[in-house]
């Protein structure tokens, strides 16, 4: 199974993302992950995207393309679910020939919709586990104990890019060059869509019910 969800940042990708790759064994490949963990271990890669990540813009395609064939090549059979990549129709369409060119292609797509109005509050409450990546929410999803991750009980940290001035940049970064991504897929495929201003529990029952539906199909 070849899963990509989309959404803007703070729709709640990472959380879905985790939740379906725990309940279907397959591989989640963030790519905002992968850049931050580069940039940790202080690659080329790393330092080339650091001033466009901290800044709220993307991080050029041919970077980020090369970047996540490699993980792609490098996921097990069972499949995976994308979170964070494609953001611009040139992604996807890359994607898709990366895609083609190994005799594969998306199996489903699912865009998390979301008013701008509710991410604020989300990204600036957002925590998240330096080491295994679980990601919590101050109100919201609060690890059992405060400021701490519930698998490892590392510290948990806020992002440089969740500040308020830096997440409204992100936001019209989504609007202008990956909103239409969500039209590039409608284009040729089925794309589910769901309520993501709902709490995370009801809309992973939705996610849910939609992908067991799809089995049963
Ligand atoms: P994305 O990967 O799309 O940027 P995240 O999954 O990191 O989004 O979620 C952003 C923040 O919102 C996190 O703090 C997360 O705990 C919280 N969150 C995610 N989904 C919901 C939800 N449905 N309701 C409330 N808070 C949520
Ligand atoms: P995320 O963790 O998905 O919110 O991504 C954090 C940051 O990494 C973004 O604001 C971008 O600067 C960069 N990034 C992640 N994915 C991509 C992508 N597909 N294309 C370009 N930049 C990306």
New binding site residues.
Partial sequence: MRIILL?A????????CKRIVEKCGLEHLSSGDILRKERAEGTELGKEAQSYMDSGQLVPDELIVKMMAKAIRNAPETGWVL?GFPRTVNQAQELDKALSSDGQSVDLILN?KIDDSVVMD??T???SCPKCGA???IK??KPRVEGECDKDGTELVQRPDDEPEVVKKRLDTYHEQTEPVVGFYKNGKKVYEFD?S???DE?SAKIFETLDALAKA
């Fill in positions: 959404g940042p703070g729709a709640g990708k990472g959380t879905h979170d998390l989300r990204m409450g957002r925590r990601v919590y929410h919201n999803l993501a709902k709490s995370a809309v």
